[in-house]
């Protein structure tokens, strides 16, 4: 192939979940990648290139993990839609990369068996061959690629080794499609899929040259309605479903049969074990790690270490982003910083006062707490790289029982800690709609990290900082944390009673092995949330703090007092509109506005306080937000940031739904706004109730 070529080969990486596909797409792509959705669909696409060893661009598709072609999530059915080139805007592979894991070899290569017979050239990257070495798993390379008739090639993505090879391998001219295993169609499955496929081709469903076992897929989804299947079609796909399972029953349960048999036998041939099986590391860990005492001892541990570090590491480095933005102690000397150069560079009015008090201000309030992000989002990474993540899900799965769901929902929880939006997105992998609608509604109680710098803001004001160090204020932050868990518990078994009634479908798990995370993916993942999160405050952050300058600014008072500007302003005056709302939780005027922006996204609460307080402070007050804050009086002269409102506030942010973007991707999953505004209105309400009857007891109590 000239190197000149103008078209790209586009290439598709699949495998099973846990195969390393992800971290070999990394090692492939570098930093030629991009991230968006599927077109009417909000599963997440990634789309990479790299270069043959010709020099003729690739591009990479990384679909979703699956374990079969049989799609029975809507996740599960892009995969199964790409390869089938039925994908709007996306088109149709050229050729595969499988992506198997070579210490579970018989598992894996039930979905490359299926991928063989689509007529579309194959590529097989054997994968983790350190995993199988460890557990003494002799694996004969070139008989497995003479028998499945594809190129085989072995690597090991978290450390690049085997990449040349498998560049090789892909950039061959002569790669055809693979002959596929034989007899692996019964005849009477053989006879009615020829049949299927007649009819499904004048339905104009598949083509009348299609692969045998095209339909096959399509005639096994279960749940096909959300695959964009138009209604006369499904119909006419459900007639031909049916006919054949009376003219040969039991079609699926015999393919399936028929399809391990030859793998088995293959494996037969190629895999070597030892012959004495003893522990792996991965057991002997999983012993301490799945016990149920030790287990839980283990998850709380690791949890306190995040959550301590998230206060003691981050300290410095958020006093250096305050000092830099704001002005203050930068390793020792007294800084003006960006707001004392503006200060110094422009005359006083109000374009000087947008930039510091609006601009400045507002988006300073969000960022000092990158560095508490940035742990959080790498631990996240770190854990789900290791393998601990699914184990997680394992040991949730009898709390998760008792709840009506299994502990496959709780993945979405768990990706929710870091963003609810790709936690909603990951319950499409969940199979059983029930399921997957009460997740979607439960996810956004887990705490995201937009909600931690609100909890960053208001722990502090609890306890003064030298009568809470930061272990018993990472105790708060874990309580806040199973607070809202517990809430997503509660809420998944009143819906389970009550809206939502079902049978509970059992977890189907695969635990894959522990190993050495790929740092360098565990960082580029962190590096990628965190710019999300800057882009986020310099943009939809910086926009609502410019705003609510404004409407704090204007329109003018004749009285030179800033707090009487504030109070006269538009801002002022909703805010007062709004306090009799936030007066029986304890707050203001002033903690009405920063709610209602708020609605918004969370951390924009940060940033409204900031603003508020930066343009109707003092000239000469350049002290932290926070110590503003502890300072603040009621009219009679009562803190405003007591104890039980701080404790009643931290409730509120832990059950209110406050973020647009997730209230959008509810809408888009379920097709439509009942339920986001349902969710909208359980959550808000649940953290309005619970605030108010906290502070209300807390005022009595120290009465």
């Not at 050239?121 to 690629?145: G, K």
Request: hydrophobic share 50%; charged share 20%; net charge neutral.
């Amino acid at each position: 192939m000239p190197a000149a070529a103008d078209t790209p080969l586009v290439y598709a990486l699949v495998g099973n979940p846990n195969c390393g596909k992800s971290t070999l797409f990394n090692a492939l792509t570098g930093l030629r990648q991009k991230v968006g959705n599927y077109p009417g669909v909000t599963v997440e696409k990634k789309v990479g290139e790299c270069f043959s060893q010709h020099g003729r661009r690739m591009t990479l598709i990384d679909l979703p993990g699956s374990y079969s072609l049989n799609a029975r999530s809507p996740d599960e059915s892009v995969m199964r839609d790409v390869l089938l080139g039925r994908a709007p805007g996306t088109p149709r592979p050229d050729r595969v990369v499988c992506v198997v894991d070579a210490s579970n070899l018989e598992r894996h290569l039930y979905l490359v068996t299926q991928i063989m017979e689509l007529g579309l050239p194959v590529v097989v990257a054997l994968n983790m061959v350190d995993v199988a070495v460890s557990r003494q798993i002799r694996l004969d390379v070139a008989r497995l690629s003479e028998r499945l008739g594809v190129p085989v090639v072995p690597t090991q993505a978290s450390i690049k080794k085997g990449l040349i090879e498998l560049k090789l391998a892909m950039s061959r001219d002569d790669l055809a499609a693979p002959p596929g295993l034989p007899d692996l169609l019964p005849v009477p499955v053989r006879g009615g899929l020829l049949r299927s496929r007649e009819t499904l081709a004048e339905a104009g469903l598949v083509r009348s040259d299609a692969p045998l076992l095209e339909p096959l897929y399509l005639l096994s989804s279960h749940d096909p309605t959300h695959y964009g299947i138009a209604d006369q079609a499904l119909a006419r796909l459900t007639a031909v479903r049916e006919q054949l399972e009376r003219e040969v029953p039991g079609w699926e349960d015999r393919l399936v049969a028929a399809r391990y048999d030859a793998i088995a036998a293959l494996c037969a041939e190629v895999v070597r074990r030892p012959d004495e099986a003893r522990l792996s590391f991965t057991d002997r860990l999983d012993a301490i790690l799945l016990h149920r005492v030790w287990g839980w001892g283990a998850l709380l541990l690791v949890l306190a270490v995040i959550f301590t570090l998230i206060f003691k590491v981050a300290e410095a480095p958020m006093g250096w982003i305050e000092a830099a933005l704001n002005g203050g102690e930068l390793f020792g000397r007294p800084i003006g910083g960006l707001a004392g150069w503006v200060e110094g560079l422009m005359p006083d009015g109000d374009l000087r006062s947008l930039i510091i008090d609006g601009a400045i201000a507002g988006v300073a309030g969000v960022l000092v707490f990158l560095p508490q992000i940035l742990i959080l989002f790498f631990f996240i990474g770190l854990l789900e790289d290791t393998g601990y993540m699914a184990r997680l899900a394992f040991m949730m799965d009898r709390l998760m029982g008792k709840v009506g769901l299994n502990g496959r929902s709780f993945l979405p929880i768990l990706s929710s800690y870091a963003c609810a939006v790709p936690g909603v997105m990951a319950a499409r992998t969940i199979d059983s709609p029930k399921d997957r609608l009460i997740t979607i509604m439960v996810a956004p109680l887990a705490s995201c990290s937009a909600r931690l710098p609100v909890y960053a803001l208001l722990i502090p004001l609890l306890f003064p900082p030298e009568l809470m160090p930061s272990w018993g204020k990472a105790l708060i932050l874990l309580g806040l944390y199973a607070l809202g868990t517990l809430g997503a518990f509660f809420f998944a078994w009143l819906f389970n009673r009550t809206l939502m009634k079902g049978v509970p479908t059992p977890l189907i798990l695969e635990l894959p092995s522990y190993k050495a995370p790929a740092l360098a993916g565990v960082v580029r993942q962190m590096a990628d949330r965190a710019w999300m999160f800057v882009r986020r405050a310099g943009t939809v952050i910086l926009g609502l703090s410019i705003l609510l300058w404004a409407a704090l600014t204007y329109p003018k008072s004749d009285d030179p007092d800033p707090a009487r500007q504030v109070e006269h302003s538009l801002a002022g005056r909703l805010g007062h509109a709004f306090e009799p709302l936030v007066r029986p939780m304890g707050g203001d005027w002033r903690v009405a506005i920063g709610l209602i922006g708020a609605q918004g996204a969370r951390e924009v609460f940060n940033s409204q306080l900031g603003v508020i307080y930066a343009v109707e402070g003092a000239e000469e007050d350049e002290s932290p937000l926070r110590d503003r804050l502890r300072r603040e009086k009621h009219p009679d002269g009562r803190p405003v940031y007591s104890v039980p409102f701080c404790l009643g506030l931290l409730v509120y942010f832990v059950f209110a739904m406050q973020c647009l973007s997730t209230v959008a991707i509810v809408r888009r999953e379920t097709g439509g706004w009942k339920w986001p505004l349902f969710q909208f209105a359980y959550m808000t309400g649940t953290g309005y109730l619970l605030a108010v009857l906290i502070y209300q007891i807390g005022i009595r109590l120290s009465a």
